[in-house]
């Protein structure tokens, strides 16, 4: 999976946004509101491909979780933002 050229993270009031750059991207009818956690997943996944083990060592990194529930989590965030167009799944 690789997160999508044209989207970007940013914090505004406190809270985490994912704003879109380019004609192709935008859709105003979703406003894109990470948790903390899935913000930090964004983080270290931008720039790189990446597959849902990838998401979850890196979840496993920060947090104190076993590694299934990190597994499914990341797998039902990755599902999430391939259904709202933010990554692409490769092969």
Known sequence: MRI??????????????????????????TVINPNATAAYIWQKMIGREFTVYDMA???????????????ADCKQLADQWFKIGLIDRLN
């Open 4 to 29: 999508k050229d044209g989207f970007e993270l940013r914090q505004i009031c406190g809270e985490n946004i994912i704003i879109s750059h380019g004609e192709d991207n935008i859709n105003f009818t």
């Open 57 to 71: 060592d890196a979840v496993l990194e920060e947090y104190e979780v076993d590694r299934d529930t990190a597994y």
